[in-house]
């Protein structure tokens, strides 16, 4: 028995050496543990991952569980069409003269919106075209069929647009509600003609609900054919001035719509019809419209989490990497090969539409992991970290962790489903090191009572994760794994 044990210490001193740090064997911080507790949330339904920006693991929890991301899924889409079609990549808009016809061919703009579209128009009258005599022809052959994937029963909201080769203003109307001091003043941007609009709205007394709960004091009521929106219920003065974006025309009917009140107010003439088509060979082309470079088409989409425009950049990549017309396997076919080229093989992933916006939709927080290391080592790196909202500051991050020590030294996605919360990204912690961060939360509380587990997360790991001891109280996490790359988190 004296004679064994030197061999039982040398085998305990090897076990120590090859075995994962405490993280890594599946212990959340106190705090989050606490916030879940709190929420009724088992940590079983929690996957997360915690490295240092050298690979370094300092936490490892069901990081291999195939779990629905939510728009934490955006940080994939974002990070391999930035490497695939560069950050100056843009999106054309083509516009040909064919006969009397007017074509227009997209290309799949994520953001032509009505100011970009304005301009569009404004070009044609600067070369020339006083009055359009024909047709307007719209080509989205570009994109194939899509399926309309809504994510829920309402219809009209923005969320819900489906993509378009031709995808113009998201095909959506903004209707202002100003109180003054008899009435409430309702009007619709853009102002387009055959919208009926119906405002019966009464002012009243009393506080105004915060966010989504607004819309229940409107009442409102929208139809599509023909379009018509109507308001009804009290409208508290203390509300002041509200906006709300609904989706209510077909997409050619839009465009139609558009033509018709931007053509006019420019002084130009148009008796035709709107229709589907493609130009003639013999098609003259006229004027090439390009949209705003890819790193900034990124910010919007993940700064304030864009589903359509993410969409839209994911079938971009189909058309771009696989031919057109985009069809959605065809951009994950791309990605997959991305992150095979980066050492990642994410076997669990699977995108429907690459926005997050999708019962379908799974990654595992290691290889989301994997991709913002791969995204932090790669000449993108810029454009991709900016495009993150900061924490306290903008996009989706602006209210929250205010006064919190982590508040303006973290990049960090969000992700929100009903029974889905996420949040993925970079933190500098108080010592000045960065960190990568993962943390998804599938559970039927995680959308209303998981948000306060994601926040404990984030501030512990600026108080120095890795670093000065955590808290657990049992000093820092020290890993002996190779680091030969994120996909070992």
């Not at 003043?185 to 009926?196: D, I, K, Q, S």
């Not at 090969?337 to 699977?350: D, F, H, S």
């Amino acid at each position: 028995m004296i004679v064994m044990m030197p061999r039982l210490f040398k085998l305990f001193a090897v076990l120590l050496l090859v075995l994962p740090p405490w993280s890594a064997w599946g212990e959340l911080p106190k705090p989050v543990l606490q916030a879940l507790r709190t929420a009724g949330i088992p940590t079983s339904s929690v996957g997360a991952v915690v490295q240092d920006v050298t690979g370094r693991s300092e936490l490892v929890h069901e990081a291999r569980d195939s779990m629905n991301p939510a728009s934490v899924m955006k940080l994939i889409t974002t990070y391999s069409a930035l490497e695939l079609l560069g950050p100056a990549y843009r999106w054309k808009t083509e516009v040909y003269l064919d006969g009397n016809d007017v074509v227009v061919k997209g290309h799949g703009d994520p953001k032509l919106n009505l100011e970009s579209f304005w301009m569009l128009l404004r070009a044609l009258r600067g070369r020339g075209l006083q009055d359009i005599r024909g047709d307007l022809v719209l080509d989205r052959s570009w994109f194939g069929p899509v399926a309309d994937g809504r994510i829920d029963d309402d219809a009209f909201r923005p969320y819900n647009v489906t993509p378009d080769a031709l995808l113009v203003n998201f095909k959506s109307l903004r209707f202002t509600f100003l109180p003054a001091e008899a009435a409430v003043r309702v009007f619709a941007e853009p102002a387009l003609p055959g919208l009926e609009l119906v405002n019966s709205l009464k002012l009243a007394e009393g506080g105004c609900p915060e966010g989504k709960a607004f819309r229940s004091l409107i009442q409102a009521d929208f139809r599509s054919k023909p379009p018509r929106a109507s308001f009804t219920g009290a409208y508290p003065l203390s509300c002041g001035e509200k906006e709300l974006n609904v989706a209510l025309y077909e997409p050619q009917e839009y465009v139609a719509a558009m033509v018709k009140q931007l053509w006019a107010e420019m002084g130009g003439t148009w008796a035709g019809v709107v229709r589907q088509g493609s130009a003639s060979p013999a098609a003259r082309l006229v004027y090439v419209h390009e949209s705003e470079p890819l790193a900034e088409i990124v910010r919007d989409i993940n700064k304030f989490s864009n589903n359509v425009m993410a969409r839209q950049l994911y079938l971009t990549l189909a058309a771009e990497m696989g031919g057109p017309p985009a069809r959605p396997e065809l951009a994950l076919v791309a990605i997959k090969q991305l992150l095979v080229q980066r050492g990642i093989k994410a076997p669990e992933l699977v995108m429907e539409n690459g926005s997050g916006l999708s019962r379908l939709e799974r990654a595992s927080a290691a290889s989301l992991a994997a991709v913002l290391q791969a995204a932090w080592r790669s000449p993108v790196m810029p454009e991709f970290v900016s495009s993150l909202p900061v924490v306290a500051a903008d996009g989706t991050m602006k209210k929250r962790l205010l006064g919190a020590g982590v508040a303006g030294r973290a990049h960090i996605k969000t992700g929100l489903l009903q029974d889905a919360r996420s949040i993925g990204g970079y933190v500098l912690d108080r010592s000045g090191q960065r960190h990568v961060v993962v943390m998804l939360i599938n559970h039927p509380r995680a959308s209303s009572e998981g948000e306060p587990a994601l926040n404990a997360m984030l501030e512990w790991v600026y108080e120095g994760a890795g670093g000065k001891g955590d808290a657990t109280g049992r000093g820092p996490a020290r890993s002996n794994r190779p680091s030969g790359g994120p996909q070992n988190p």
